[in-house]
């Protein structure tokens, strides 16, 4: 990015004149950091920062020393903290201060970090400084250094918990620096912490120490108490009073802590009982018992923890507020907006029941916070488009009264500039996300490719939108969106952006590692649709743009995921990523040893699976080493289970289907198992055959050693259509081995 360019941008909320006061002129400065006699750790942490950073963009050493030892009378002097200097005023929570005053610097502010946080603004909007990422910075080189004569900064931000959930957004570093503050370690002021952090109710009264001798305190649910999958009874006064008993135990053990939490666990199985749907169905919501529990805990609270807030979620059955039940005034309600649509936001028409409840609670609870959903749990790896409705929403939430946001995104769809973005306005609502999401594409990515990075996002949103999905957080996938036209109309771009960067920046610049982290988005899609796109190119005669060698792809895929740290493709999949990525390579190494049968057919005629990739149903099959598999492995069914082993293939219409496959027994005739295609959606069989001794057989009445083609036919493959094996369970079988299935286009 271009340095003036950038300095003209950072400065949404100063007062400007004539560049005066010059902090350093070619390399070397006068100026003197000044720090409080007995300075705070997280002071300190300040005038660290600031003297690093500074040493960094000019080349000059600006040395700390104590307040006691500056000249009382002395100019260019930055003090940093609770000085002398510093006006003695109430700071609102994290509140900042930036003055040029006399010929000093003063940045101060609320004690806990304001200090730090006005450091991290003057870096940022005075200076040029950019924290692009924990691992990427832009630091202008300024010999000389000036700063506005009139720099006179105080603003407090209108939430005061400001927390980004992505593995690259959390480094304590990093996220002081974007002045989020929910993972700070004490040195950076410390986090603004929740005591047992949601989904607590069991944390207070777990069921195996109290549902034995008190299952009413749990869920009835159809007429039984339950502690599996269930809740509490917020109607039970004698469960009520263990609970207040045991949270205050919990407040005790926790000095100093501000917030603890008392919610519902992450599934349904609230109460039926009479009491409480009693209560329930007054309120017209399962909010109702929920705020009736929750003041009775927050007014013993109160009593003894009279600065300590209650707070619970407004989430999945309890989202809805009641109807007439008002939480205390040291409740606070978490709302979440799991159910619904990134697409737009969240007061567009696809979102129309969560407007009402945040209007409903808006009103109904004094303190209000969000947990906001900025991912698809289905698909971390590929386009998530949501980037257009991120600032709306933090802005939507502090309409109605939201002080606290919980961004949750562990996706790594352009993470990097989604968690920028949402930390920017978090700070600062009011700035307007277009010229953010283009500066940061400049300044990340690069002033050439910035554009196409621009026009990708256009095509994949304008795509996204024509197809009116609904967008929520779960159940989408590329396949309901992403055609193969709009698919090769990206891939296009961002081969043309890679082009671009390496031409530019050269081969090994950091812009090029970013993009090349960017572009796995749709690397993903291309290898984990390859199949079906491939056969709807040629159905339909569109180009495909997808990798010429798809193993070679899917292999340098895994090495990006290890470069890049990613965990995982979806959610609850971390430490099982590694066999995602050798399954996704798995498809494709079969295709490389073409069978005889294929021999002169063209590539895309035909595809070939490995049956080590299939569904291993009640893991009743085995995979072993076998000299006889084309891979020196096969797939081995023994005759204990029936219906052990299928795959669903990722194509559509009507294909010729056989079976590489071998038996081991003393069978010398009649029925061995069996296998066909089943339509899961239909629920029916498509085409269906009989293993028999004679398809097996050698002369002299043996089995053949060597696996043989069993053909089953032509079979028009309609989505949710599988391949299936069984066996019959025969003494004399001893098992059924499964090389490869074969699909060659009959079309």
């Known amino acids: 990015m271009k340095r003036t360019l950038l300095f003209v941008l950072c400065l949404p909320f100063l007062q400007t004149g004539l560049y005066s006061a010059e902090l350093a002129r070619d390399g070397a400065t006068g100026w003197k950091i000044v720090l409080p006699a007995e300075p705070a750790l997280v002071e300190q942490t300040?005038?660290?920062?600031?003297?690093?950073?500074?040493?960094?963009?000019?080349?000059?050493?600006?040395?700390?020393?104590a307040e006691q030892d500056a000249p009382a009378d002395g100019t260019s002097l930055i003090f940093v903290g609770n000085t002398a200097k510093a006006p003695k005023k109430d700071y609102k929570f994290d509140e900042i201060l930036i003055k040029l005053d006399g010929g000093n610097l003063i940045l101060a502010g609320h004690e806990k970090r304001g200090c730090l946080y006005a450091v991290y603004s003057f870096l940022q909007d005075v200076v040029g400084v950019r924290w692009w990422t924990p691992a990427d910075t832009f630091l202008p080189k300024k010999p000389t250094l000036t700063v506005p004569d009139e720099l006179n900064v105080s603003y407090a931000p209108q939430m005061i918990s400001r927390?980004?959930?992505?593995?690259?957004?959390?480094?304590?570093v990093f996220s002081a620096r974007m002045k989020g503050n929910g993972f700070l370690t004490p040195e950076y002021g410390g986090a603004v912490r929740i005591i047992n952090f949601v989904h607590s109710f069991y944390k207070y009264l777990p069921p195996e120490k109290y549902f034995a001798d008190h299952p009413d305190w749990y869920s009835e649910i159809?007429?039984?108490?339950?502690?599996?999958?269930?809740?509490?009874?917020?109607?039970?006064?004698?469960?009520i009073q263990e609970l207040i008993k045991n949270v205050l135990e919990t407040l005790r053990k926790n000095p100093g802590a501000k917030m603890i939490d008392v919610s519902q666990n992450d599934w349904r199985g609230f109460c039926t009982c009479e009491k409480c749907k009693a209560v329930d169905d007054a309120e017209e919501s399962h909010a109702g018992t929920l705020v009736l529990m929750l003041n009775k805990v927050a007014e013993a609270v109160e009593k003894e923890f009279p600065d300590v807030l209650v707070e619970s979620l407004a989430y999945q059955y309890t989202r809805k507020p009641p109807k007439t039940m008002k939480p205390r005034h040291n409740v606070l309600i978490r709302l979440c907006t799991i159910e619904c649509s990134f697409i737009q936001p969240?007061?567009?028409?696809?979102?129309?029941?969560?407007?009402?409840?945040?209007?409903?609670?808006?009103?109904?609870?004094?303190?209000l916070f969000i947990w906001d959903y900025t991912t698809n749990y289905n698909d971390y790896l590929g386009p998530h488009p949501n980037l257009?409705?991120?600032a709306p929403n933090v802005r939507y939430f502090i309409k109605h009264g939201a002080i606290g946001l919980f961004a949750e995104g562990e996706g790594d769809d352009f993470c990097e500039l989604k968690n920028w973005l949402l930390l920017r306005v978090m700070w600062e609502p009011q700035l307007d996300e277009n010229k953010l999401i283009d500066e940061f594409l400049r300044g990340y990515y690069g002033e050439e490719v910035a554009p196409l990075i621009k026009q990708y996002w256009d095509v994949l949103i304008a795509q996204a939108e024509k197809e009116k999905i609904y967008l929520g957080c779960f159940g989408m996938n590329s396949a309901k969106w992403i055609d193969l036209p709009t698919l090769n109309r990206v891939t296009e771009i961002m081969n043309k952006a890679v082009e671009t960067a390496t031409k530019v920046s050269g081969p090994d610049s950091d812009q090029l590692r970013r993009l090349r982290k960017s572009k796995m988005g749709i690397d993903h899609v291309w290898l984990s649709r390859y199949y079906p796109l491939r056969c709807e190119a040629r159905e339909k005669k569109l180009p495909f743009l997808g990798p010429k060698d798809p193993l070679a792809a899917a292999e340098e895929f895994a090495q990006l995921c290890k470069r890049f740290k990613t965990k995982a493709a979806v959610i609850s999949q971390e430490g099982k990523f590694d066999l995602y990525l050798e399954g996704l390579k798995a498809g494709f190494v079969a295709q490389k040893n073409p069978p005889e049968i294929c021999k002169g057919l063209p590539e895309d005629a035909w595809v070939v699976f490995d049956a080590l990739s299939f569904n291993n149903y009640n893991n009743a099959a085995t995979i072993i080493d076998d000299p006889q598999g084309w891979n020196g492995k096969s797939v081995r069914m023994g005759t204990k289970v029936d219906w052990n082993t299928n795959y669903t293939p990722p194509v559509r219409g009507k294909y010729r289907l056989l079976a590489s496959l071998r038996c081991e027994g003393t069978a010398k005739e009649g029925r061995l198992g069996s296998w066909g295609v089943y339509d899961s959606r239909g629920k029916k069989s498509l085409k269906s055959m009989t293993l028999d001794v004679k398809n097996f057989a050698t002369e002299d009445g043996s089995f053949d050693k060597k696996f043989r083609w069993i053909d089953l036919g032509v079979i028009d493959f309609v989505p949710g259509a599988y391949f299936w094996f069984a066996h019959g369970h025969r003494p004399e079988l001893d098992a059924i081995f499964v090389d490869r299935v074969l699909l060659i286009d009959a079309e």
């Open 46 to 65: 300040a005038a660290r920062e600031l003297a690093e950073h500074l040493k960094l963009v000019t080349g000059a050493d600006f040395p700390t020393l």
């Open 388 to 390: 257009r409705v991120l």
């Open 346 to 367: 969240l007061d567009g028409e696809q979102n129309v029941k969560f407007a009402a409840d945040i209007e409903g609670w808006s009103k109904l609870a004094k303190y």
């Open 222 to 239: 159809d007429g039984k108490r339950k502690h599996e999958h269930a809740q509490l009874c917020l109607t039970n006064e004698e469960m």
């Open 163 to 172: 927390e980004m959930y992505h593995r690259d957004a959390q480094p304590t």
